[in-house]
């Protein structure tokens, strides 16, 4: 419905949706990787560390209609980091560390971003893979971005400042230690993140979704079409640079908590998600909806 207008005069923001009406107590995000053994966060502990993050971006100078992008693995801070975003009004864009320089800047260049959260680098099926060299090409190749922050996810050593105009992680943070949460609302049209086509024919196509728009349709899907419960847990094997993450984080406007996964499914053999279903439906009461697919480095 070309030149259509939806809900004129309406101001929201998606993240305050995310957190309404969750008591702190609950769990919220599982989360787990090569390097990392399984893990639980609570929403206070969700609401507390987005607010923080928040804050730190708030600091470099991210308001309204400014873009983030993340060359962040399907990790808690990346969750955090879009959640933060999303708070501000800002816009974000995601890709996994698996993405190459070249397919990075064709994507993340064409939306002028103002930040870029990065990794070190990542671990898939035991082995290691360094990706400074790639960030400090992104670096290089997007003259908006103003500011770079690493998180030292491979190497827990690792010195962010090595990376030109580089903060990490810790810093973001510290920037933003004391922060109350709070919601930029925005009209129900505003972009709230940018996906993109594979780029099969030309540079990847930009997909903008709204606030408000991908909203109702995520509350639908997650709410009707899943089903998902109190005590429910959803997963879905993806990475930051499917579709499908933002689906999965979009399980956070639900009464279940969703199950996040960075590695290998079949490593060290293939029955690593079944143990992780296993591992993090484990509490009375719990169902697990596992669902994987082909596409985008899944199964």
């Known amino acids: 419905m070309p030149g259509a207008e939806w ?32 893990d639980e966060v609570t929403w206070g502990e969700l609401r507390h560390q987005v607010a923080v993050v928040a804050g730190g971006l708030r600091s470099l100078g991210v ?6 992008v993340a060359y962040l693995p399907n990790s808690l ?27 990075l800047i064709d994507r993340f260049a064409q939306i002028e971003p103002k930040v870029l959260l990065a990794v070190d680098g990542y671990r898939y099926g035991g082995k290691d893979f360094d990706r400074t060299d790639v ?15 690493v998180l030292p996810y491979l190497d827990p050593t690792f010195d962010p400042p090595s990376l030109p105009g580089a903060i990490g992680w810790a810093d973001l ?3 933003g230690a004391g922060t109350e949460l709070r919601f930029e609302r925005v009209p129900f049209a505003d972009p709230l993140w940018v996906l993109y086509s594979s780029g099969t024919t030309g540079l990847p196509k930009a997909i903008v979704q709204s606030q408000g728009g991908i909203l109702l349709e995520h509350l639908k899907v997650l709410n009707l079409h899943v089903d998902a419960q109190p005590g429910d847990r ?12 933002n689906f999965l984080v979009s399980g956070l406007l639900t009464e279940a908590a969703i199950v ?12 690593a998600l079944w143990d992780l279903a296993e591992a993090a439906g484990s509490r009375p009461g719990t169902r697990t909806a596992t669902r994987s697919s082909g596409r985008s ?3």
């Open 77 to 103: 801070e990346a969750i955090v980091g879009f959640l933060a975003t999303a708070s501000l009004g800002a816009i974000w864009s995601s890709a996994s560390p698996d993405f190459g320089a070249g397919s």
């Open 7 to 38: 809900f004129p005069g309406t101001a929201l923001n998606y993240a305050e949706h995310v957190f309404a009406g969750k008591p702190d107590e609950r769990v919220a995000i599982l989360h787990a990787s090569e390097t990392r053994a399984l």
């Open 135 to 149: 960030v400090r090409q992104l670096q290089g190749a997007m003259p908006s971005l103003e500011r770079t922050v």
């Open 234 to 245: 959803l997963f879905w094997f993806t990475t930051t640079g499917w579709m499908m993450w």
């Open 297 to 299: 480095g899944s199964l």
């Open 173 to 175: 943070e510290a920037a």
């Open 260 to 271: 996040l996964y960075d590695g290998n499914p079949g490593h060290p053999d293939l029955g």
């Open 63 to 68: 308001g309204r209609g400014d873009r983030v």
